[in-house]
T-cell receptor, first 114, second 115 residues
Framework: AQSVSQHNHHVILSEAASLELGCNYS??????LFWYVQYPGQHLQLLLK??????LVKGIKGFEAEFIKSKFSFNLRKPSVQWSDTAEYFC????????????FGKGTRLHILP | GAVVSQHPSWVICKSGTSVKIECRSL??????MFWYRQFPKQSLMLMAT?????????EQGVEKDKFLINHASLTLSTLTVTSAHPEDSSFYIC???????????FGSGTRLTVV
């Protein structure tokens, strides 16, 4: 079964700092990969997704992620964070051609200091 | 876009009673829906996959007799928490796959508090 590991549980940054959140998955087959964000008191919102093609994926709000197949990784990046990026970020994986279910990592809580 | 409507948003019930949570796909048909549970400050844990017209598929460790799932139509899946206990208090979220895009849409969640 597929699983997702997010290495950073809690990250604190100052505004304008660069961000990289790690995500690794375990599954030997083809995968679809996602990053979701959950702002305080709100429900999940899709940041970006990777299905195929260019491994560098650009999402909303200036976020991007790079799929590195050899490393089973899909790290999320943003060059300059804002206070409004304070939220919880979840990496998720779907084992393509196996089933439709999507499995989430434990999440990374991001605090941006103004 | 594809929207999933989840009701109620929050519910408080007494121990021993049952609570039903509904998840409706508003502008698309969902043959498969997913039910998650999220504890405070934790990730979403997949509980079960709800299949229209057939039995749900439960993840390991999830009591199927306690968390009853019914997916009687292409637009409605329900999760019933039977004989609820305080430890069942949590945030329950439903999701459906959007076949046209391959992505997923999520309900706004139901916060269940059992007292």
């Amino acid at each position: 079964a597929q699983s997702v590991s997010q290495h950073n549980h809690h990250v604190i940054l100052s505004e304008a700092a660069s961000l990289e959140l790690g995500c690794n998955y375990s599954y030997g087959g083809t995968v679809n990969l996602f990053w979701y964000v959950q702002y305080p008191g709100q429900h999940l919102q899709l940041l970006l997704k990777y299905f195929s093609g260019d491994p560098l994926v650009k999402g909303i709000k200036g976020f991007e992620a790079e799929f590195i197949k050899s490393k089973f990784s899909f790290n999320l990046r943003k060059p300059s964070v804002q206070w409004s990026d304070t939220a919880e970020y979840f990496c998720a994986v779907n084992a393509r051609n196996r089933d439709d279910k999507i499995i989430f990592g434990k999440g990374t809580r991001l605090h941006i200091l103004p | 876009g594809a929207v999933v409507s989840q009701h109620p948003s929050w519910v408080i019930c007494k121990s021993g009673t049952s609570v039903k949570i509904e998840c409706r796909s508003l502008d698309f048909q969902a043959t498969t829906m997913f039910w998650y549970r999220q504890f405070p400050k934790q990730s979403l844990m997949l509980m079960a996959t709800s299949n229209e017209g057939s039995k749900a598929t439960y993840e390991q460790g999830v009591e199927k007799d306690k968390f009853l799932i019914n997916h009687a139509s292409l637009t409605l899946s329900t999760l019933t928490v039977t004989s609820a206990h305080p430890e069942d208090s949590s945030f329950y979220i439903c999701s459906a796959r959007i076949l046209t895009s391959g992505g997923y849409t999520f309900g706004s969640g139901t916060r269940l508090t059992v007292v």
